[in-house]
């Protein structure tokens, strides 16, 4: 599961501020009883390592919370403690400082703000904390109603103040620490909203941190030019989404992360209980107009994960009225676990990851092959004939093989390149990538990409003694005459591997047909005549007992082109008239694609039936979870030919995913299980082909 090596936290001043949900904790003044029976609840929880406090009034409370703390680190029940500040800033009893607090433009305000926090961090350092968070303060140029150039130079005023307050508490964390003899505590600022009040309002804080983008200016400041490499940022997710900030927020500010909160928001004022929900109030994430949908969530999750982030992910949930803390906290984790077993945050490139074929298949390669067509081309008869084949077609009655004719129909687009697999070199070199690097069982292609294989084979055992087409399943593609963009592109005629004799003697393992069928249309005829071609090519096949893979579409004409109907209806309708072919279909596989109520599909063809992917779409993931919903809809369905959607998965490693679709036909692993181990193998034995 993504994140799971996370700690995982509760805010315990707003998860419980107080009885009846009063604020008597957030104001720091707790009674005894429910303080320690509520942070008892939290310790006790063991999903939760890490909890965040803040100031505690009463001395004699505060002896008890630390004893507390010390007892749960000691069972092991707690690894980190959080001293939040920012209610005592917010709060701000008795108007001690100005809003704008630590990066106050009056010099004495800043003063009397940053001792404040330096009061604080001793009230941290008695529990033992092991992280300081606080926030900016006000933006003046907003309590002033500034606007234009006076805005600005304010706002950089604050901006000096707020730098030179954040040193000096990193000076402080420090001295006290090393004074103490323990470890020093991280400073974490929190990052708020920077978004204005309606008149009248008080829903969101106006802070000067702010926006992205100023904020990982400041923090770089604060690290190279002061040194305090250890200051990070909090962020929250409801502040992102009051400011209109999304996942690639969490992406750019990933160097700077130090602490996650994940919170909610209702931004429509006209919501039920808005009053108490409405801005910057952290409801309950089931809230009514709630923000913080499972869709949102599992973005920010999910970058998280691409940007490797390691640290605590904690909530910070306010409830309200009746609600009561404990179901509310319980509902937040089941809320939260979904969202992180979700395939689509499971799935993450991480670190910016990128496939680059050359660092697998070289030019010094590619030059050695050519040089082979010219000087040795009878050398590819010669190791065909010598490849050693399966006793077997299937051992297990499945099968994985990775599809390469496209090319040859003038079918090369991958997305919006119109010819990337136009490109021999990236094309042969990804295909050999998915035939070294993973457990497919074979490929099925064109002889110039097949002989391309087996002159890279034999240059893999010139180097290293071992091959990789033995005893893998190679199946010769016949049809290609229907040229895509073609007036007559349904006469698709046998242009490829044209005799199943010369098939047969060429040590390949069966053969493939292509069947669309456009009814009505006007040129249905040449549907007609392609029936003809398969059904010749599927005697064939049967003479010599070589199975044939027969794939049925139906398509129809769209603006002068050809396009696949994915539709059960349609599908069942041509696998009939495929089914029919020839004298006999002991020896017919059907390749047909995944749609939906696709065990109607599965029950028009008793025999065995393969899965199709169709186009690449840039993520694996679609795919993976049509093959596993595939794989349940009828016990003839026996596995996939991919294609595109593997050899060009965005830009991740085309061995990786191959693997993934191999375990989840061949072991029946799971979706998640299955993009798991595209990121745990992902990139692995990049230097198998021999290098100069």
């Known amino acids: 599961m ?12 707003t998860q419980f501020p107080g009885p009846g949900n009063t604020n008597s904790v957030l104001r720091g003044e707790g009674r005894r009883d429910y303080v320690i029976n509520t942070l008892q609840w939290i310790i006790n929880d063991a999903d939760f390592a890490s909890v965040e406090i803040t100031r505690i009034k009463s001395p004699s409370v505060r002896r008890e919370v630390e004893r507390l703390f010390t007892q749960a680190r000691e069972a092991d029940q707690l690894q980190e403690i959080v001293y939040s500040a920012q209610p005592v800033q917010l709060i701000n009893e008795d108007d001690i400082v100005l809003p704008s607090d630590i990066c106050s433009l009056d010099e004495h305000e800043r003063a009397k703000a940053v001792r404040r926090l330096k009061d604080c961090i001793d009230e941290a350092y008695d529990y033992g904390c092991d992280k300081f968070a606080f926030y900016s303060g006000k933006d003046p140029a907003i309590m002033a109603a ?23 508490l990193c000076q402080y964390l420090f001295e006290q620490a090393t004074l103490g003899g323990k470890p020093p505590m991280q400073p974490l600022l929190e990052v708020f909203d920077y978004r ?8 969101f804080k106006e802070a000067l941190l702010g926006p992205a983008a100023r904020a990982e200016q400041f923090v770089e400041s604060i690290r190279n030019y002061y040194g305090h490499k250890q200051f990070a940022l909090m962020i929250d997710t409801s502040h992102l989404l009051i400011s209109g900030e999304g996942p690639q927020t969490l992406k750019a500010l990933s160097p700077y992360l130090g602490h996650i909160h994940i ?5 429509n004022r006209n919501a039920p209980d808005a009053k108490q929900r409405y801005g910057d109030l952290h409801p309950a994430f089931n809230a009514p107009e709630s923000e913080l949908t499972a869709d949102v969530l599992a973005g920010y999750l999910k970058a998280l994960v691409e940007c490797n982030y390691k640290g605590t992910i904690a909530f910070e949930i ?5 609600e009561v803390p404990e179901d509310v906290a319980t509902a937040a984790k089941a809320f939260y676990f979904a969202c992180r077993n979700r395939i689509d945050v499971n799935y993450s490139l991480v ?6 074929t050359r660092r697998f298949f070289t030019d010094d390669l590619w030059d050695k092959l050519s040089e082979l067509r010219v000087t040795q081309p009878n050398l590819i008869k010669e190791r065909m004939m010598q490849r050693s084949q399966r006793e077997k077609l299937t051992p297990d009655g499945k099968l994985i093989i990775l599809a390469a004719d496209h090319p040859a129909r003038m079918v090369a687009n991958v997305g919006d390149d119109a010819v990337a697999m136009g490109n021999r070199f990236e094309y042969l070199g990804r295909c050999a990538r998915v035939m070294m690097a993973s457990s497919v069982d074979g490929i099925m292609g064109t002889a110039d990409v097949i002989e391309d294989l087996v002159l890279l084979d034999y240059l893999f055992q010139q180097k290293s003694g071992k091959n990789f087409l033995d005893n893998r399943v190679l199946i010769a593609c016949m049809n290609r005459g229907g040229l895509a963009g073609a007036r007559y592109e349904m006469y698709d005629r046998v242009t490829a591997y044209r005799d199943v004799k010369k ?11 292509l069947l669309r069928l456009a009814v009505p249309d006007p040129y249905d005829r040449y549907c007609i005549q392609t029936m003809e071609e398969c059904s010749r090519g599927i005697e064939a096949c049967n003479e010599y007992n070589l199975p044939v893979f027969l794939e049925p579409l139906p398509v129809r004409q769209i603006d002068g082109k050809y396009q696949l109907i994915l539709e059960a209806d349609d599908l069942i309708r041509v696998i009939g008239v495929a089914a029919g072919l020839s004298h006999s279909s002991a020896n017919l596989w059907m390749k047909i ?27 694996p993931v679609g795919v993976i979870e049509q093959f596993v919903r595939g794989m349940g809809e009828g016990l003839n369905v026996r596995g996939a030919l991919v294609g595109r959607n593997v050899l060009f998965p965005g830009d991740d490693d085309p061995a990786a995913v191959a693997e993934a679709i191999c375990e989840l036909v061949h072991k029946g692993v799971s979706a998640n299980n299955a993009v798991k181990l595209i990121a745990k193998i992902r990139g692995r034995d990049m230097d198998l082909l021999p290098r100069e």
């Open 2 to 13: 993504a994140l799971e090596n996370n700690l995982l936290g509760l805010v315990h001043c």
């Open 146 to 168: 500034a606007a234009g150039e006076q805005a600005d130079a304010m706002r950089g005023e604050a901006l000096a103040q707020l730098r030179r307050s954040v040193h000096e």
């Open 196 to 203: 204005v009040n309606p008149v009248g309002t008080m829903a």
């Open 263 to 267: 919170a909610n928001t209702v931004l």
């Open 318 to 322: 306010k409830p309200i009225g009746s």
């Open 351 to 356: 670190t910016n990851y990128i496939y680059q």
């Open 503 to 513: 098939i047969k003697e060429l040590k390949l393992d069966g053969a493939k047909l």
């Open 593 to 619: 694609p995944y749609v939906d109520n696709y065990h109607r599909v599965a029950l028009a063809f008793s025999g065995p039936i393969l899965m199709l992917g169709g186009e690449s779409a840039g993520s």
